[in-house]
């Protein structure tokens, strides 16, 4: 099959992976095989920090954790890359040209580098074709074509070619980038977390929220202590908020032994009890660079806030009868004996025989442990009830 023909296959099948996001490492192949790569690897990276994320193909998926956990800072390549494509001025440079590493820099002086002898000749790689793809601020998507140290550099005609192959590849990814942002949660699991009483906000590891359910956006557009700024999270005062993005950048950690969670209270003005926040990490089985993809929930409760007891949960869980559970949802709302014998019109007595029903039914001895109990019983998805005027 000639050049030209091959060209276009990989144009086609470009903008195929942009509904079959899958399909993308067979884009790297291909694109790899037009343009004589022997391997290709698609990444996100910060220019600053390093960190980042990607796929490869053709390339020993055991180079991705040790180049963003510590060679990413140590690339000789990527800073004169950076500044032979303008990226800190967010110049359009990169979108037109490609660039190899000796463009960047000499090869004896990459060889020279800590970069090239202790990561790039250990995985054979020897030579490379970097192919820009988008630029928001500091984070920069690009694709790297690899070869060997038996093969031929990257010449003149190699760098046209991915010329001509770039602006398509480009607008596949940002493609292949909304829809991923559109399609994070199916229908099934939106629907489940907008019964959650508690918010739920999913937030990438810079605390930019990419979802927040109902109980979430009211939190943050009433409930003091909590706010969305500029898209990201915020928790109060700074010292919370440094505290809270602290917990997201653990929970979002690129090394999955060091992706830990964490809780916090959040105080608020005005209020005598404080929001409590839970940080949750995610564990996805695979990582793409299509995102936003939020890798951390921060789940944050209420302790104010009045809920509505499923009386019919009650029922089903524990084989109440319509008595039992009238008397149990007024010991949940804070009620003694006497005060539901008050309220229901009942004698002490047989709000006392209702309930030692109820312990013996939910395998409780003491009105502590049942209040307990049933609170975790009717706390999951439980609706909240609009607050006292």
């Known amino acids: 099959m000639n050049g030209s023909v091959d060209l276009y296959d990989v144009i086609g099948l470009a903008y195929e992976a942009v509904l079959a996001p899958q399909r993308w490492p067979e884009v790297l192949e291909t694109a790899a095989n037009v343009l004589g790569g022997d391997g290709a690897a698609l990444h996100v990276q910060d220019q600053i920090t390093g960190k980042g994320w990607g796929m490869v193909a053709r390339v020993d998926p055991a180079a991705v954790t040790p180049y963003f956990g510590h060679f990413a800072t140590r690339n000789p390549i990527r800073h004169r890359r950076n500044s032979l494509l303008r990226l800190s001025d967010g110049g359009g440079v990169w979108r037109r040209r490609p660039v190899t590493d000796e463009h960047a820099l000499p090869k004896p002086e990459l060889m020279r580098s800590e970069y090239y002898n202790d990561f790039l000749r250990p995985f054979g790689i020897h030579s490379l074709l970097m192919l820009g793809l988008s630029l928001e601020k500091t984070k920069f998507a690009s694709i790297n074509f690899l070869r060997p140290p038996h093969r031929s550099q990257f010449d003149d005609r190699d760098v046209d070619l991915a010329a001509l192959l770039q602006p398509h590849l480009v607008r596949a990814f940002e493609l292949s980038r909304r829809l991923s942002g559109l399609e994070q949660l199916d229908d099934g ?36 202590g909590l706010s969305i700024r500029n898209g990201i999270l915020h928790a109060g005062s700074a010292d919370a908020t440094r505290k809270l993005l602290r917990m997201i950048v653990a929970a979002a950690s690129a090394d999955r032994e060091k992706r830990t969670g964490g ?82 019109s009942l004698s002490v007595h047989t709000v006392r025989v209702h309930l030692a029903r109820i312990k013996l039914k939910t395998d409780t001895s003491k009105q502590s442990e049942l209040v307990r109990l049933l609170e975790r019983a009717s706390s999951i998805c439980a609706d909240p009830l609009p607050r006292a005027p």
Do not use: W
């Open 189 to 224: 699991l939106a629907q489940s977390l907008d019964r959650s009483p508690n918010g739920v906000f999913l937030v990438d590891d810079e605390g930019r929220v990419r979802y927040a359910n109902r109980a979430a956006e009211a939190l943050a557009a009433k409930v003091p």
């Open 263 to 344: 809780a916090m209270s959040v105080a608020r003005p005005g209020h005598s009890r404080p929001l409590s926040v839970v940080v949750v990490p995610l564990y996805p089985e695979h990582v793409t660079p299509f995102g936003p993809q939020p890798p951390v929930i921060v789940c944050v409760a209420d302790m104010e806030a009045r809920r509505a007891v499923p009386g019919d949960r009650l029922r089903d869980l524990f084989g109440l009868t319509p008595a039992e559970v009238t008397v149990a949802v007024e010991l949940l709302a804070g009620g003694d004996p006497a005060a539901i014998a008050d309220r229901l």
